[in-house]
């Protein structure tokens, strides 16, 4: 069924309405609604692993990427009894009930609502107070350029490697660079979030000149490591996620031998190759990659009581 209101999907089984396909969302780029829709169901394999299964707060951009985005943590009432959801509790003490998607049909729903990035919580919709993955969010101060960015990674890597942990790195889609690490869910948001500050810490001290961990913008400089995304109301846009950008860029899951050659600015180049079934690193968003409890860290990290291999005790939080 097409008209030049609406199209109609079958996806996994189901019908999915998109309404509106023609609308631009990249004026720059001209793509339009039905081209981000089309685009996801090309990589869904991986664009779903980066989401299944986890709440995801909506970043919904209904004008397009240049205009303002809203972010909604309630589901909308109305919605196919297909679509899954879970109710978040948060530090004000409010509670959301929040959509999981468990698989392509359920992407291509929330994408027709405006979603142009997903951006799911760090934990499963079975167990939402104790995280499944720390994200490590590379954040670059103006003027920093590609080459920075990735040898502060490569820090970040051998940080996670002398504490017994496995990071997958992706661009972020936009500047930055994100590593995630596969963590057992025992631990709590708050040790979550001061395992990544002990990890930027221990970067900042290795790497001095080229990355920060201090919180106030204004005493950056280089690569800031942003350990605050794993608090407990954070998101980060995942893996596959297209981002409000001119050119439409793509957070895009790499091989570490990949990311110095990379060109985040290629995105259209990444996603194709990605679509077509070309070699793909052996990563948890990838085809054939590791699977949720695969990975990261293979052992108790000292990382999430808080330590660094230089520095013993609990971190204090910044």
Known sequence: MKDVEREVLHVSGREVVITNPRKVYFRDAGHTKLDLVRYYMAVADGAVRGVRDRPMALKRFVNGADRPAFFQKRAPTKRPDWIKTVTLGFPSGRTAEEIVVEGAA???WIVNLGCIDLNPHPTRASDLEHPDE?????????GVGWKQIVEVAGVVREVLGDL???????????RGIHVYVRIHPTH????VRRAAL????????????????KWWKEERHGVFIDYNQNAKDRTVASAYSVRPTKDARVSMPLAWADLASCDPGEPKRVAT??????????????????????????????????????????????
């Open 188 to 191: 709590g948001f708050g040790d």
């Open 106 to 108: 359920q992407l291509a």
């Open 273 to 318: 190759s990605r679509a077509k079934g070309k070699r793909q690193p052996k990563h948890p968003f990838a085809r054939g990659g590791a699977s949720q409890g695969e990975g990261g860290c293979p052992r108790r990290s000292r990382a999430l009581e808080g330590e660094t291999p230089r520095s013993r005790g609990r971190a204090r939080a910044g």
């Open 164 to 174: 017994g942990c496995i990071g997958w790195v992706k661009t972020s889609g936009s």
């Open 134 to 142: 720390l994200r490590v969010d590379l954040d670059p101060v103006p």
């Open 198 to 213: 002990a990890i930027a810490r221990e970067v900042e001290r290795r790497a001095p000149s080229i990355a920060t961990s």
